[in-house]
């Protein structure tokens, strides 16, 4: 089976453009989980969906931030406008949500992201 | 609130040697669930091991072990014979239930592990 995928795997941009991240999740997993790595911070958490709702968005940083998820296969994360220090490595991870199994979350490759 | 603390940030073996990866947690809850991930030099996150709160069973798997003391909120990782392809930066992670039907994770800072030849 696919793991998570996850796209573009790299991308720089200038400061100012608008950044579309891509997510598709593993097939029948309904959580799906939006994260920010950087050096400073460590792992993140920005977002999650529950059956393509947004639950709990308390970690995306300000309004430049926001994320969809149209579907149960497809998730977007965009910035608007980009600045420097959006720069890091944006993972996004699944999980399934079906009683009895495990709560164990996977992850994608991973986006890293240079804005300039 | 939840916390993970791997006081390591970097260790340096040589091959062969058997090396351990500490892993300090806090918590509240009863029920919740410790992780190791490994994240080699080309990026991803790869899912080593999850572990329930009602389960210190210690596990062993090949070459990697990992010992849960929930008497002192611990749940370290250690590598036997390490490998040169062991190197890579290891998180470990606590899950606990969000107030909804998600647990959410919360990661170390992570080790980074060098295994040189």
């Known amino acids: 089976d696919a793991g998570v995928i996850q796209s573009p795997r790299h991308e720089v941009t200038e400061m100012g453009q608008e950044v579309t991240l891509r997510c598709k999740p593993i097939?029948?997993?309904?959580?799906l989980f939006w994260y920010r790595q950087t050096m400073m911070r460590g792992l993140e958490l920005l977002i999650y969906?529950?059956?393509?709702?947004?639950?709990?968005d308390s970690g995306m940083p300000e309004d430049r931030f926001s994320a969809k998820m149209p579907n149960a296969s497809f998730s977007t994360l965009k910035i608007q406008p980009s600045e420097p220090r959006d720069s890091a490595v944006y993972f996004c991870?699944?999980?399934?949500?079906?009683?009895?199994?495990?709560?164990?979350?996977?992850f994608g490759p991973g986006t890293r992201l240079t804005v300039l | 609130a939840q916390k993970v603390t791997q006081a390591q940030t970097e260790i340096s073996v040589v091959e062969k040697e058997d090396v351990t990866l500490d892993c300090v947690y806090e918590?509240?809850?009863?029920?919740?669930?410790l992780f190791w991930y490994k994240q080699p030099p080309s990026g991803e996150l790869v899912f080593l091991i999850r572990?329930?709160?009602?389960?210190?069973q210690n596990e062993i798997s090949g070459r990697y072990s990992w010992n849960f003391q929930k008497s002192t909120s611990s749940f370290n990782f250690t590598i036997t014979a390490s490998q040169v392809v062991d190197s890579a930066v290891y998180f470990c992670?606590?899950?606990?239930?969000?107030?909804?039907?998600?647990?959410?994770?919360?990661f170390g800072k992570g080790t980074l592990l060098t295994v040189n030849p």
């Open positions: 991870a699944s999980r399934s949500g079906l009683r009895g199994s495990t709560d164990t979350q996977y």
């Open positions: 097939s029948g997993h309904d959580y």
């Open positions: 969906f529950n059956n393509n709702v947004p639950i709990d």
């Open positions: 918590t509240r809850d009863t029920t919740y669930y």
């Open positions: 572990r329930n709160s009602f389960d210190e």
């Open positions: 992670a606590l899950s606990e239930q969000d107030g909804g039907s998600n647990y959410k994770l919360t």
